[in-house]
């Protein structure tokens, strides 16, 4: 049997970090096995679908690199389909009609609540016929559940899980008005989509035990369920804003890469021994649904801004370059006119920031035009004695016949010997004079991307200032 998979977000907001991961797991599953990773859309609320999510939904999966089998299946669309499986089971007895009307059941829920007893569907129209006065009125399709046993599910993650039957009332298929509802559109979707696996959070394990018995009264097969954990945050609380739990294009935007966020997220509730670094390779070669964790996993987002730079300190130059100059040109307000710079800056950038952010940041200096802004602690610098220093430094600097870093530190070496200086008193100032900060890569490597005309021109001003 092939194996078939499917993530079915509703498009009510954002792709959130648990949906990600269910996503993520989704998919690395279908390929371990071969088979196929599905995308549903689950439309059926149309008062809170926004249009804006199905595209942000879909946008972010491919962003992640996610990348689904054949085309989006949208739940709305396939209500017909929905309608008549309901229509089946009510003909062949397996469903009936509730004429129950919202005050009939407002005072069911009252008595049940007086007597203490759980607040659930009584079965009142289960074998009951309609009289002449309820003829014609609004009527409600409820599936006639089992009543005696138990529902047992061999949930691949929490392991063998039951519930006893009389604990489940007997659902709601079709609403009044006609329209289907979740849990009867959930069940023919899978069915119709021919899915074998059913993975998702385990905040759907109650679910389950429904769409179980309904699925074997449509005459189908069951899939097999995997139950994950949800995420919680570092503190070991429900996953919100503050721990991380925003739109995955929040990640996107703030500088993270997807590779960094896949492997981060896998290691959520899954683990490969004491690996920590993962490739795709290796977590399609590794992954298994039954490997997964019971216990809930804590999102810390120290972690994963650790992680996303070791992915940024491996990632290829042209590459992050192409990431990283929107983000230049948007801290800078122009475009930037320094491309070759950019790129032979790269190697330098990277290895000291975490997000696509910090490499912004820090090529700022590198593709600004002059003069450079100093900021205060730089300026301080210039004003006690830097400028003195610069002017001493500087005719060695112009007459170097190359321009390495190797080069330049030798040249300002030696200028400091000759001053009677250590090399700490004369570097912060060029510093300065040269990035306009005293937070910055490596000063000789820095000037020898800059080039020696654009170095010394900084150096000048910094001198005129």
């Not at 509703?10 to 599953?29: E, K």
């Not at 996107?252 to 004491?274: F, K, T, V």
């Not at 992954?287 to 120290?302: H, K, P, Q, S, T």
Request: hydrophobic share 40%; net charge neutral; glycine share 8%.
């Amino acid at each position: 049997m092939s194996v078939v998979v499917r993530f079915a977000p509703s498009p009510t907001g954002y792709l959130h970090i648990g949906g990600v991961r269910t996503a993520l797991f989704n998919y690395l599953y279908a390929k371990h096995t071969g088979g196929k990773f599905l995308l549903r859309i689950e439309d059926t609320d149309r008062e809170r679908s926004i249009p804006a999510a199905i595209d942000a939904i879909m946008e972010g999966l491919k962003w992640l690199g996610l990348e689904w089998d054949g085309d989006a299946v949208y739940q709305f669309a396939r209500a017909d389909k929905h309608r008549a499986a309901a229509e089946r089971l009510l003909a062949e007895g397996k469903a009936y009609k509730c004429y129950a009307t919202p005050e009939d059941l407002t005072a069911m829920r009252e008595e049940q609540k007086n007597k203490g007893l759980p607040i659930r569907y009584d079965g009142r129209w289960r074998d009951r016929a309609p009289g002449a006065d309820r003829l014609g009125t609004p009527y409600a399709v409820r599936f006639k559940a089992p009543q005696e046993g138990d529902t047992v599910l061999n949930d691949l993650v929490q392991g063998p899980v039951r519930v006893a039957n009389a604990q489940l009332d007997d659902m709601i298929l079709l609403r009044s008005d006609g329209t289907p509802t979740y849990m009867l559109s959930v069940v023919v979707d899978d069915i119709d989509m021919g899915i074998t696996h059913v993975i998702r959070g385990d905040d759907h394990l109650n679910n389950a035990f429904r769409q179980y018995q309904l699925i074997l009264a449509l005459g189908a097969p069951a899939p097999k369920y995997g139950h994950i954990p949800l995420i919680h945050g570092a503190d070991g609380a429900k996953l919100s804003k503050r721990h991380g739990a925003v739109g995955v294009e929040f990640y996107r935007d703030h500088g993270y890469l997807p590779e960094a966020l896949r492997n981060y997220l896998l290691r959520l509730g899954w683990s490969h021994g004491d690996d920590e670094i993962i490739s795709d390779a290796q977590a399609v070669e590794w992954f298994d649904i039954v490997d997964v964790n019971r216990g809930a996993a804590r999102f810390d987002m120290d972690k994963l801004t650790s992680l996303n730079g070791h992915y940024i300190r491996h990632a290829d130059d042209d590459r992050l370059m192409k990431l990283a100059l929107p983000l230049v040109e948007r801290k800078l307000g122009r475009p930037v006119d320094q491309i070759a710079r950019l790129k032979q800056a790269m190697p330098i950038l990277k290895q000291r920031a975490k997000t696509l952010l910090e490499i912004a940041d820090g090529a700022a200096f590198f593709v600004g035009r002059r003069p450079v802004q100093i900021d205060e602690k730089a300026a301080a610098i210039l004003a006690e004695g830097g400028k003195t220093a610069i002017e001493g430094v500087l005719p060695a600097l112009e007459w170097a016949p190359s321009w390495t870093h190797g080069e330049i530190e030798v040249r300002v070496r030696a200028y400091a010997e000759q001053a009677g200086q250590k090399l700490g008193k004369v570097a912060p100032p060029l510093r300065a004079a040269v990035c306009g900060t005293l937070n910055s890569p490596p000063l000789f490597e820095v000037m020898e991307v800059l080039g020696q005309e654009e170095t010394i021109a900084r150096l000048k001003d910094s001198v005129a200032g």
